[in-house]
């Protein structure tokens, strides 16, 4: 008897490569005959192109659905707050509206593209979630000191931004990292936490740091429960080899830096799924947008430069 394992991917235009590499790793771990892997894509961004390279890499898998859906739209000072921040874009706060494209209950899980997987997610999937919780997730080393001793420990800017905005008893609670979660959507209907988290993204838009996470690990009475350790590592901290996933948290991606630490795994996944020749044009666009952009501030400044000068002749000559 077959079963259906939904999951859901969230992410922009500009993640459709890394997409598709993490949707060909994790389908190629599927170790279950009997499961349907349910792929809920959850960008409305995406042209024609990018669903065609999504479909062909999950096209030679039986047991996979491919699901392209479009979610309610964020509130525009939810939208917004993102702006600016690293490599953070306002997809990620689609994953506070998931369970509404999901009426009926049971489970879903959210995970993260710039992602390879090195076990069966359907372990995720199944995974135990304390009664009563809304969410289960991976555990974030950045809270439990990976880098030192204590709360916090090892991140200069970003502790020191919790520091400042967050109260001992906030920062506490930031033990889930949102890059593989898992809904229970009849406990998160219950508790109405998809009206609960989007109030709190607009209350607290200008501090959140890492911007859904925080908000699943604060905006609730009851906190999210962890899954184990070894479920997830995070390719800039470790090189143990996780049970399932590994997950590139910063800023830094081995599809625009071939030298970061763990990019081995992204490209031998790569590889596999037959997009080399897709990430060469990918990289060789973003390189042109890079120099683009580093060109255009070079002629601003030079240009406010001369600006400069002629205000600073015009202000002597008078």
Sequence with gaps: MSRTVRLAFCFDRGYVLPAAVSLHSLLSHARSPETVYELNVVAPDLDDAARALLTRVTAA????RLVFRTP??????VARAVD???HYSAALYYKLLLPALFPEDGRV???DVDTVYTGDVAAVWDAPVEPGACLAGAREPLYYG???????AGRARRVARYFRDYTPDERGRMRLNAGLIVYDLEAVRRAGAVARWLDFARANRRRLVL????????ALDRPPSELPWDVCAYAPLTDDVPSVQLHYTTKVKPWDDPGCRRADAWFAALVSAGLVEDWRRFFAERL?????????KTLVNLRAG??????LKYGRGR
């Design 306 to 311: 001369r600006l400069n000068l002629k205000l």
């Design 288 to 296: 042109r947008g890079l120099y683009r952009e580093r060109y255009a």
């Design 61 to 64: 898998f039986a047991q996979a």
């Design 211 to 218: 911007p859904e996470q925080d908000v699943f690990n604060l």
């Design 72 to 77: 309610p739209p964020l509130p525009p000072e």
């Design 146 to 152: 990976w880098r030192g001793e204590g709360p916090l």
């Design 109 to 111: 899980a959210a995970l």
């Design 84 to 86: 600016g921040r690293s």
